[in-house]
């Protein structure tokens, strides 16, 4: 502007000049108060907030018990997937218990295509005797700090129930552990969506190692010189729920020392020793 401008020109170009700047800030101010305001599901998501690698895969059988609180009337196979869980973000994130915030997917094998997966639960991974079962997953938030890595514990239960079975007979654990890896054979993935931090969370299952149990699972039971040579220790017990003492009380029935006998090939005569050797409690003989 020349120096020889009126006073009211400068005026004027001085005015303008604030209105624009004002108006600038005004325009980006009101942007990030409409991008805050507006609902989560007009977000895009985030799927670079929350990462997860698998790291272990097994499969648990459990029995119906009559003396627990927290039992189901047929056998069921567990099948649980654990992850390393990692916060790439610099702040806390906590992930919602199951059926809350967070929605689960499961992604097919086949056709990479999303279905419910409302039947997922996780939990924290424990440091000692950790023993699935469904009641173990509580309503508990999961907190990941910044930069860190958690191990999560996600499980689908699914209850043995085969009609061609005579008389309903119960399942070995070998048949129970098979049933579950059949079940959850088409998984390839899972997907959580946080309703309230809009982040997608992928859960890739790891191919190479669910053969792996695969592998070991189907290992044939090798006897060596009458001694029981499996890697469980007891198998009357193979989760170890079980102490030394507590056996003593816990007395085995007939069907219970058959599907042993069954499973690992032995006689029931041997079946009975071995439980006697264990400290069970076990039926007289007629």
Do not use: C
């Not at 990941?144 to 043995?160: C, D, E």
């Not at 079940?183 to 997907?191: A, E, L, N, R």
């Not at 085995?252 to 006998?261: D, E, F, H, S």
């Amino acid at each position: 502007m020349p120096v020889n401008a009126s006073p009211w020109k400068r005026f004027i170009v001085a005015a303008f000049s604030v209105g624009v700047g004002f108006g600038l800030i005004l325009v980006i101010v009101g942007y990030f108060v409409w991008r805050g305001s507006r609902p989560a599901s007009l977000l895009p998501w985030n799927k670079s907030a929350i990462k997860a690698s698998m790291v272990n895969f097994d499969v648990l059988g459990f029995y119906p018990d009559p003396g627990a609180e927290h039992t189901g009337p047929f056998p069921e196979a567990d099948v649980s997937y654990e992850f390393d869980v990692q916060n790439t973000t610099n702040t806390d994130y906590v992930l919602a218990p199951p059926r809350k915030s967070v929605i689960a997917m499961q992604k097919l094998k086949s056709s990479g295509a999303l279905i419910d997966g409302s039947g997922l639960v996780w939990r924290t991974l424990k440091g000692t005797e950790d023993v699935g079962g469904s009641e173990a997953y509580i309503d508990k938030p999961i907190l990941l700090p910044p930069g860190q890595a958690v191990r999560v514990v996600f499980m689908l239960s699914y209850q043995f129930f085969d009609t061609s079975a005579a008389n309903n007979k119960t399942p070995t654990e070998g048949q129970l552990n098979q049933f579950g890896r059949d079940q959850s054979k088409d998984i390839g993935g899972f997907v959580l969506l946080d309703q309230v931090n809009h982040y997608q969370i992928e859960l890739p299952i790891d191919e190479t190692k669910v053969t792996a149990t695969n592998q070991i699972a189907k290992s044939p039971v090798k006897i060596s010189e009458g001694e029981w040579t499996k890697s469980v220790k007891d198998p009357f017990d193979p989760l170890d729920l079980f102490k030394p003492k507590e056996k003593a009380g816990h007395e085995l029935t007939q069907a219970a020392i058959t599907q042993v006998a069954t499973e690992y090939g032995v006689s029931y005569a041997e079946a009975l020793e071995k439980a006697k050797s264990l400290g069970y409690k076990v039926p007289q003989t007629q």
